[in-house]
């Protein structure tokens, strides 16, 4: 860890950082799910599933960015997790869970399937992102709170695109 003239108390320090590194695997991880995840597709409204695809995982590195800012002001610099290993392009190969994110690697579907997106790996990372908040504040890092409140807004805007176009009703 970098020295700096931060006045957060070191376990609060610690706490933070240990949470922030769990969210930042986690949405490195949705990033790459959601860059990948309009292949094997078809349908009437692939380009636009392809599109919305394209913004999550874009939104997704924004998020990845701010999670980042965060860490290296309180004086850590962020460690981005390994790369997924790689998967067969016929689909076969296990789909492993990923430690404490909720979230699968990316598993092709085989044949194509008709064009959607899953809402779970997202809305699985909406919620750990607002546990995350109420983590924060109950430790009183409110600045920490405030980034994965900015970080909730930014996925709670997508989910929305996703719940919408997907016609699911939650």
């Given at each position: 860890m970098q020295t700096d003239r931060n006045v957060v108390p070191d376990q609060t320090r610690q706490q933070s950082l240990s949470?922030?590194?769990?969210?930042?695997?986690?949405?490195?991880?949705?990033?790459?799910?959601?860059?990948?995840?309009s292949r094997n597709r078809l349908?009437?409204?692939?380009?636009?599933?392809?599109?919305?695809?394209?913004?999550?995982?874009?939104?997704?590195e924004v998020c990845s960015t701010l999670i980042s800012a965060r860490m290296a002001d309180l004086g850590q610099t962020a460690p981005w997790?390994?790369?997924p290993k790689p998967m067969l392009l016929d689909g076969s190969g296990p789909a492993e869970p990923l430690r404490d994110t909720g979230l699968r690697v990316f598993q092709?579907?085989?044949?194509?399937?008709?064009?959607?997106i899953e809402l779970a790996p997202l809305d699985a990372f909406g919620q750990s992102v607002l546990d995350a908040?109420?983590?924060?504040?109950a430790y009183g890092d409110m600045a920490t709170a405030e980034v994965m409140t900015a970080v909730w807004r930014c996925v709670d805007r997508q989910l929305w695109a996703v719940t919408i176009t997907s016609g699911e009703v939650r």
């Open positions: 949470l922030l590194n769990l969210q930042l695997a986690a949405a490195a991880q949705l990033q790459d799910q959601m860059h990948h995840s349908g009437a409204n692939f380009i636009m599933i392809d599109d919305l695809c394209a913004q999550v995982s874009s939104v997704m997790p390994a790369p092709p579907s085989g044949p194509m399937v008709m064009a959607s908040v109420t983590e924060a504040q």
